[in-house]
DNA sequence: ATGACGATTTACT
DNA sequence: GTAAATCGTCATA
């Protein structure tokens, strides 16, 4: 493959394959590689290993509960593929893949991702601010928020088109057995009723880089 | 116009 | 373990 047809990205998932329910893509995200190829041609990239589904309408603790379409979410409501980046905290971004279909808001929030490509642009970014010490590689993309950081992503990345975009996308990966992946609730889910505990957080097992082990 | 809050992270006791 | 950081967004008025 040519240095061109690689930044590119040569092998990318397909917009039928995210055309499925948010739960389903959790699991299937599992393994796939993220990659942000930046304004200067460096290539970005990590091995989803942490991910959880937000379904939609019915789902208390998604954005998009009971139809709530607001300028912050609209992305949500796009085609699968769509990239769905929101500012939280005053501070953070965090990243998610749209699913389903146009026009049904569901999404999947990738939590945390094994870094393989970039690492020391990705250190840079994440010691922007002044730390004690250098982050591990470990430290780099275990949450959604730094791993936002690491790969570059903000509101700039907002609405874009992972299946077609240059910047950001999704290609094909490793494949984990079921036997190496867990299930458990969602990571900071406030007072959702029932929503709160479900099971729709998918992370690898054992593995160091997933922001919070799985039960 | 105002106020409460957040799909988090970091530093500190 | 607890608390601070830090501000866009949205609901209420």
Request: with cysteine; aromatic share 6%.
């Amino acid at each position: 493959m040519t240095t061109d047809a690689r930044a590119r990205g040569g092998d990318r998932w397909a917009r039928r394959a995210l055309a499925t329910d948010a739960g389903t893509l959790a699991r299937r995200l599992l393994g796939a590689r993220l990659v942000r190829v930046l304004d200067d041609g460096t290539r970005l990239a990590g091995i989803i290993v942490e991910a959880e589904a937000y379904l939609g309408v019915e789902d208390r603790a998604s954005h998009a509960f009971a139809g709530r379409r607001t300028p912050r979410n609209e992305a949500m409501y796009g085609p699968p593929g769509t990239a769905y980046v929101y500012f939280t905290y005053g501070i953070h971004w965090c990243f998610n893949v749209v699913c389903g279909r146009a026009g049904v808001p569901a999404a999947v929030l990738v939590r945390a991702l094994e870094p393989t490509e970039g690492l020391d642009a990705m250190r840079t970014r994440r010691e922007a601010k002044p730390r004690k010490s250098m982050l591990r590689d470990t430290d780099l993309c275990s949450g959604p928020a730094r791993l936002c950081q690491a790969m570059g992503i903000d509101r700039a990345l907002n609405g874009v088109d992972l299946v077609e975009g240059p910047r950001l996308f999704i290609e094909r990966g490793t494949r984990f057995d079921d036997a190496d992946v867990g299930v458990g609730p969602r990571v900071g889910i406030g007072s959702a009723g029932a929503w709160t505990k479900a099971p729709l957080r998918w992370a690898v097992r054992r593995n160091p880089h997933v922001s919070v082990a799985i039960g």
